[in-house]
């Protein structure tokens, strides 16, 4: 029996037509003021759907397989699923998640690997979610292993709706915008409310519904302080997505929004069932605190996380060089000192994540980890350093990056005049007028500008995650020194 066909009758990996045919559930689906029927045909929506179709079916291909898939039991599952018992085990987790980076040289950053990583944390830990309940912790192996026997896609909501800066920061919610439950059933919790922010959303099949944001152990909390995770089509359960940058233009005139258009958006639940085998916290504002650490999920996400950005960062870079050598710049010094900078930045990334996989080390469970500290010097330092590569290509691309006509103009009427004027001493004008669009929806498009806010936000406020390297951080030593040295006679 072949893979494919495997995929239709077993458990574990599934193609990219099985993965469409799952999102073709009824949900409730918003976008440019109307309701979305199905958002594998819907404008704006479908070729990310496409997309991600097309690299599940990747996970067929015999050329990858031993990178992007392992077997357990006869079965054949996403590496992302696998839960790593040895530090080879680890790098090649971290060889996955740069082979599915690379898809999309990291402009499809929410592909289904970020979200596995994190189950496969919280699934290997059910004793810790059992500290709750022992139920919590059963709860979530039946899910890890539903999510991975199915090879579901998953996105996640974490933060609730700023009402009042004030209120958010004694660590309190707004019971008139945020996710609450209203009620307990036999069958399972009620919920109200809404989240931001779900990327991905509406070509997810399943959401996980967590808490990241620090809660107060206090009575008021208690409501808003839970774990769970629902089929992105249950009944009350909305997405309203913001526009979409895939505005149907040809890949030649949009080479990125037109593939990579990974939806953001708002969830909203009105009296959601959430049935209690699908609960995983409840009612306990410190557990929920501590979840994310002491699963190690964090790690694991940022281990992903890592691997992707090392592959967006070299495609800067890769594109950096071609714009300057489109007219020669790139024998010249200062354009060369330009562009090391983002060789600088794309090599700092490399470094960290091999730092972490070779100095990966058995967690608390026996399993194994990268090591945190340069996974989490990578995520802190990229929010940062993305907007910069960004900044190096609308410099170098100056006004070529409005020197770019559409690919219906090398044909049309004024076709001579573009294939004329466009073109430079190492390219013909087709060519110039494809890297160049290519470089605008890198730093100038619609889509560009959400990859740069993307990168500053979707792993958390740039001060939190500064604020918990600085408290995690072995800084004895180093004042020790200072102190040694203020005595010295
Ligand atoms: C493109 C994109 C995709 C995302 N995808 C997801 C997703 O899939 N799932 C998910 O759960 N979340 C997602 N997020 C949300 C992300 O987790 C939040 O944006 C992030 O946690 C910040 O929260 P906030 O947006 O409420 O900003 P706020 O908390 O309102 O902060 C806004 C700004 O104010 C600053 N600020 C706030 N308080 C203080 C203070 N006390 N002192 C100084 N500065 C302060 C912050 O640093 C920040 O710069 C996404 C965000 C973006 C932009």
Redesign the pocket.
């Known amino acids: 029996m072949s893979a494919q066909e495997k995929a239709t009758t077993g458990k574990g990996i599934r193609n990219g037509e099985q993965y469409l045919e799952g999102l073709r559930d009824g949900r409730d689906v918003w976008i440019h003021g109307e309701k979305v029927k199905d958002v594998t045909r819907h404008p704006g929506l479908s070729r990310g759907a496409q997309t991600l179709a097309s690299f599940m079916d990747r996970q067929f291909d015999p050329a990858l397989q031993d990178t992007i898939t392992y077997e357990e039991d006869g079965n054949r599952y996403a590496t992302s699923f696998m839960i790593p018992k040895s530090k080879d085990d680890v790098v090649k987790r971290g060889a996955a998640f740069y082979e599915w980076a690379t898809w999309s040289n990291g402009m499809f950053g929410?592909t289904p690997d970020y979200k596995n990583a994190s189950l496969m944390a919280f699934g290997s830990a059910t004793d810790f979610l059992a500290e709750g309940k022992p139920e919590y912790g059963e709860n979530m192996k039946a899910y890890y292993e539903y999510v991975r026997d199915n090879d579901k896609v998953l996105?996640?909501?974490?933060?609730?709706?700023?009402f009042n800066?004030a209120q958010?920061?004694e660590g309190k919610y707004s019971d008139k915008v945020a996710l609450q439950v209203v009620r307990e059933t036999d069958a399972g919790l009620v919920v109200s409310g809404a989240?931001?922010?779900?990327?991905?959303?509406p070509h997810a099949d399943e959401i996980e519904v967590?808490p990241?944001?620090l809660l107060k152990a206090s009575e008021e909390n208690l409501p808003f302080a839970f774990a769970f995770a629902i089929p992105i089509g249950t009944p009350g359960l909305r997405l309203i997505c913001r526009d979409s940058y895939d505005h149907e233009k040809s890949h030649f005139d949009a080479p990125l929004s037109s593939r990579f258009e990974e939806m953001?958006a708002v969830v909203t639940f009105d009296n959601v069932l959430v049935p209690w085998e699908r609960v995983f916290m409840y009612r306990d504002p410190l557990m929920c605190n501590r979840a994310f650490a002491e699963t190690n999920a964090v790690i694991h996400m940022m281990h992903q996380v890592a691997c992707g950005k090392l592959a967006k960062a070299e495609f800067i870079v890769g594109l950096l060089c071609a714009m300057a050598k489109a007219t020669g710049k790139d024998k010249d010094m200062n354009i060369k000192g330009q562009i090391a900078e983002a060789m600088w930045i794309a090599e700092s990334v490399r470094a960290f994540r091999y730092s972490a996989e070779q100095q990966a080390h058995p967690d608390q469970r026996g399993n194994y980890i990268p090591l945190r500290r340069p996974l989490d010097t990578s995520r802190n330092l990229f929010p940062k350093m993305y907007p910069r590569l960004v900044e190096m290509v609308q410099l170098l691309g100056s006004s070529s990056l409005m020197a770019t006509p559409s690919e219906a103009d090398l044909t049309n009427d004024i076709a001579h005049d573009v294939g004329q004027y466009f073109q430079t001493v190492n390219l013909d004008s087709r060519e110039r007028i494809a890297l160049f669009r290519l470089a605008h929806d890198v730093a100038v498009s619609g889509f560009g500008n959400?990859?740069a806010?993307?990168e500053?936000?979707?792993?958390?406020?740039?001060?939190?995650m500064a604020s918990i390297y600085f408290d995690l951080y072995n800084k004895d030593d180093m004042m020790d020194r200072v102190t040694e040295l203020l005595n010295r006679e």
């Not at 989240?195 to 959303?201: E, I, N, P, Q, S």
């Open positions: 929410r996105t996640h909501t974490l933060v609730n709706p700023t800066h958010a920061q989240r931001l922010l779900a990327t991905l959303g967590f990241s944001t953001d959400r990859q806010l993307y500053r936000f979707f792993f958390g406020p740039q001060n939190v």
